[in-house]
Every structure is written in structure tokens, then in C-alpha cells.
């Protein structure tokens, strides 16, 4: 049995951060319904990578929705609000990522739902908190990488600022969301009584940067400062990067400098004993490194570094990834059949519990697809 299994989860919450909190509810094992509008669903649903879209809604929506009900609602009609308190009032968990003041318009902000149901875990997403002067603007991956200096930590010395190709700021949120919900259940189990969760998108990025932040914090507010080429790191000094080889890149991580210039053979490294000065020339070290990687292939220098204890690794793509028997004994892609005939093709859950794997058991919904039957099962 699933660790969740007997907890009702109403998600109210639309496009990543919020979905993606409810994703790893479901698949732990929550029943996890969506409240929708009815006939177009949450934005989500039209929200696309590469213009994929399978049974009418995005390919995007369908890696982030399985495992979950659907029931569409409309909230302005009192009808549909009265049958949603209903179900408030049987629920554990319930989420929504609206901007402030929304769900209080609505009459299903956190004070009203307390007195509807006392138990409710109800949790909630917004782009930079609920007060302040950023409170109302748009909370989206993008603007919140940008505003929050994460931009500045990817890329080399002179690029323009990074973002990170993955919606990095919105899964570390839902992830967040995901914890809190969890731990409130909790301590629901001992209290009886249920709580309000609160994370934001901006807090949750400053968080994923805090070991830069607290560098920042204790080094008398010294600005970011990224390599000239191949670092990973703007805070660690070399030689740790990536680095060319004569047909493809490896990366080397944290390690002794001295002892990684014996093992490649490279005397020039040798006269930087100095630990501090591995950050503090960390440029000179790196083209040092630079242009003796460049004179052997990869597996050349992973055969060489690996048997020394040299941290190191390949650099894959998803096509090489995918095809290596390291991704394939994990067994982390499935299949799940759509209505329309088509079939998702995705990864599963990344928790094992009691050493098994956790696979969905079935795909997102269609819109309202389970209205009728949640409403008659929970007498609506």
C-alpha cells in the first residue's frame, strides 16, 4: 500500500509549481482531484514544449497531471461553490498557486475554509509572498530566476546572464509546497487540527541558491563572479568544470589540485601549492587544465583519472543518457494510455518505498472527466 493511500487532495493550482506539488502527493498515493473551469480546464492545458500536444492538451500538462481526477467547476456559480465546500469539508489537503486576494473573492481563502473543515492542510503558492511590494506581479520560472540572482551562477566569465533550461524555480517550489503538506499532516496526526502552508516561487529559488547566498552573506558582500570558461561553480576554484576533449567534454569535480597535476602529468600545475590560490587563479589553473584535457579523448582521460580516485564523468546527452544501461537498470521511463488512443511516454516517480519502484497507474485527465462520478460518490 502507497504511503498516501486515504488522503483527498482538492488541487486548485494550474501550470508547474502547484501541479508538480500534487504530482508527488498522487503518486505516493493521495487521491489527487483537480478542480478545472469547465470546457477549457486550467491554462495549463495550452501551455507547450516544442508544440506538443496529446489528446488535446499539452504534452507539458500530461507529465505533471498523472495520477489525478478531474472535475470542472465553476466558481462564480454559487451552485458548483456549494458543491465544492462539500467536498472541502471531506478533503485532507488542499492546494492553489492564484495571486493574492483571489481566493477570498472566490470565498475560499483560508479563513473560511478553516471553519468549514478545521482539519484541512491548506496550502498554497504564490510568486513572492503575500505582502510587499512584488506581492500582485506575475510569478513565472523565468522572471523569478532573473529576479532572484540565479541567473548569474550558470554560464562563463563574460556571457550575458543564464537561465537554467528546466523550470528549476517552479519544481523547487512545488517540491517545497510538497514538504510542507506532509509535515502539517503530521502534525494533524497528533493536533487533530489542520494548518496553512505558504511557499513562494522567489523563496524557494533564494533557498536553492543558499550555499551561494551564505558565501555571499560571509565573504563582506563580494559579487558574483563566474570563470573565465567551463566552471560549475562561481564560489569553488579549479578544477572544477568541464573541460574538452579531442571527441567530446568530461567533467572534473572537487579534489586535490597537486594530486590531479601528478595524475595527468602536468609539472605546470604542480607550483600552485597554495590552496587558496586554486579560487583566487582559478582562470590560469583552468586553461592549464584546458589544454592538456584537450590532448586525449574522453575515455582516454576517464580510464587515466578514474583508478587515481579523480572525481570525474562524461558529459551526455539525453540520447546517450537514455541509451546506457546505468539509466536503464533504473527503470524510470513508463508508458501511459490516453482516451484518444495515444500514449504518454515519461519518467515515473523517483522514490522507492520498501525498495519498490512507484509507477503511475493512470494518465492525466480530461477535463471534467470525473465530475459525474465525484459528485455521486461523495454525494454532492
Known amino acids: 500500500m502507497k504511503p498516501l493511500k486515504g488522503i483527498l487532495v482538492l488541487e486548485f493550482a494550474q501550470f508547474m509549481a502547484g501541479p508538480s506539488a500534487g504530482l508527488k502527493l498522487a503518486d505516493l498515493g493521495a487521491r489527487v482531484i483537480k478542480i478545472e473551469r469547465p470546457n477549457t480546464g486550467e491554462a495549463g492545458r495550452q501551455i507547450a514544449l516544442k508544440n506538443l500536444f496529446l489528446d488535446g492538451s499539452s504534452l507539458v500538462f500530461h507529465t505533471v497531471n498523472r495520477n489525478k481526477d478531474s472535475y470542472a467547476a465553476n466558481l462564480k456559480d454559487p451552485e458548483d461553490l456549494k458543491r465544492v465546500k462539500k467536498l472541502i469539508l471531506q478533503a485532507d489537503v488542499m492546494t492553489h498557486n492564484f495571486r493574492p486576494g483571489v481566493m477570498e473573492k472566490i470565498g475560499l481563502d483560508y479563513q473560511t475554509v478553516q471553519e468549514i473543515n478545521p482539519k484541512l492542510v491548506y496550502a498554497s503558492v504564490t510568486g513572492y509572498g503575500t505582502k510587499g511590494p512584488w506581492a500582485k506581479k506575475p510569478g513565472q520560472d523565468l522572471l523569478i530566476q532573473a ?11 563574460d556571457d550575458d546572464p543564464v537561465p537554467v533550461g528546466a523550470a528549476v524555480s517552479d519544481i523547487i517550489t512545488g517540491t517545497h509546497l510538497a514538504q510542507g503538506i506532509l509535515a502539517s499532516l ?17 523563496e524557494s529559488t533564494i533557498d536553492l541558491q543558499f550555499e ?25 576554484g579549479a578544477p572544477y ?11 572534473i569535480a572537487m579534489g586535490s589540485l597537486i594530486k590531479l597535476g601528478e595524475v595527468i602529468d602536468c609539472w605546470e600545475i604542480k607550483n600552485y601549492t597554495n590552496p587558496e590560490s586554486w579560487f583566487t587563479q582559478r582562470d590560469e589553473i583552468m586553461d592549464i587544465i584546458r589544454n592538456k584535457i ?19 564523468s562524461n558529459v551526455f546527452d539525453y540520447q546517450r543518457l537514455l541509451k546506457h544501461e546505468a539509466f536503464k537498470v533504473l527503470q524510470m521511463e513508463q508508458k501511459l494510455p490516453l482516451l ?26 480530461r477535463v471534467g472527466q470525473h465530475t459525474e462520478d465525484i459528485i455521486k460518490e461523495f454525494n454532492l
Not at 502534525?187 to 489542520?194: C, E, L, N, Q, S
Request: glycine share 8%; hydrophobic share 35%; aromatic share 6%.
Open 147 to 157: 529576479m532572484s540572482g540565479f541567473v548569474n551562477l550558470s554560464g562563463n566569465r
Open 186 to 202: 503530521v502534525k494533524r496526526a497528533k493536533t487533530d487540527r489542520g494548518a496553512l502552508v505558504e511557499v513562494s516561487l522567489l
Open 212 to 236: 551561494v547566498i551564505t558565501t555571499y552573506l560571509n565573504d563582506g558582500n563580494q559579487p558574483i563572479k563566474r570563470a573565465k570558461k567551463g566552471a560549475a561553480n562561481p564560489s569553488l
Open 241 to 251: 568544470g568541464i573541460y574538452q576533449t579531442t571527441d567530446g567534454y568530461i567533467s
Open 294 to 312: 584537450i590532448t586525449k579523448s574522453s575515455k582516454q582521460w576517464l580510464n587515466i583519472l578514474r583508478p587515481e580516485g579523480i572525481w570525474c
Open 340 to 365: 484518444s488512443g495515444e500514449e504518454v511516454h515519461t519518467l515515473r516517480c523517483p522514490i522507492r518505498i520498501n525498495d519498490k519502484r512507484i509507477f503511475a497507474n493512470k494518465p492525466a485527465p
